[in-house]
């Protein structure tokens, strides 16, 4: 059964959707209107898995997750971004390995963002999730990070390590303490070749 509707309407639709950043609502309505005209879904699925989100707290929700998409290579090469939310056990297993479980299944992966709550608790260094330096993400250009303690220069050079081709780097929420002579932190030893630096609430 063909819609009543020109198929522009539900693009813009679309569009608005992903804008808002509202996957749920995104995901439930096209399920819902990819229904009413059959050769519509396909045009449809890059919008529905273009956005991905992870705030499961739990290790075997993320190994579920990868068998799925292992599954459905053609759906794992429409995520262009992942989002990460963490606010419980910030040392826990399952964000510690959410690099080298997810990030290599998603080819045209160009924008991760990590929200962690907690920042003053919350410490990068101790945690493997930011030490896993020998992993090399080359489509990601995209870099947010919220909610982290920067003690250490080499905290971030190891976290930038992963993303060599990264543009746009976005800072917010950000504690950053000197430990230097000077009471300042040192540059970065690793610093990929950043055109858009974006700060927001970062403290020295």
């Known amino acids: 059964m063909a819609s009543v509707f020109p198929i522009e309407i539900y693009e813009h639709i679309m ?10 609502f995104t995901k439930v309505y096209m399920l819902s209107w990819s229904l009413v005209c059959r050769a ?12 991905m989100r992870y705030r499961y707290t739990d290790l075997p929700a993320l190994y579920t997750i ?46 991760i963002n990590i929200f962690l709550e907690g920042a ?27 909610g982290l303690v920067l003690r250490h220069t080499s905290e971030l050079d190891i976290h930038l390590s992963m993303f060599p081709r990264l543009r746009t780097l976005c800072l917010t929420n950000i504690y950053w303490f000197p430990e230097a002579e000077k009471g300042w932190p040192s540059s970065p ?14 403290k020295v």
């Open 120 to 146: 003053m608790t919350w410490r990068t260094y101790p945690h493997r999730y930011f030490r896993v330096s020998h992993l090399r993400f080359e489509s990601v250009t995209e870099l947010l990070l919220r």
């Open 189 to 202: 030893r690793f610093m990929p070749p950043i055109t858009d630096l974006q700060l927001g609430e970062v």
């Open 66 to 111: 990868r068998q799925r998409i292992v599954e459905r290579p053609d759906l794992a090469s429409l995520v262009e971004v992942i989002e990460v939310e963490h606010t419980r056990k910030p040392y826990g297993s399952e964000i510690e390995m959410f690099p080298i479980v997810i990030y290599k299944h998603f080819p045209r992966l160009r924008r």
């Open 40 to 51: 519509w879904r396909r045009q449809c699925r890059p919008y529905l898995f273009q956005f």
């Open 15 to 24: 569009e608005l959707a992903v804008e808002n950043r509202a996957p749920s």
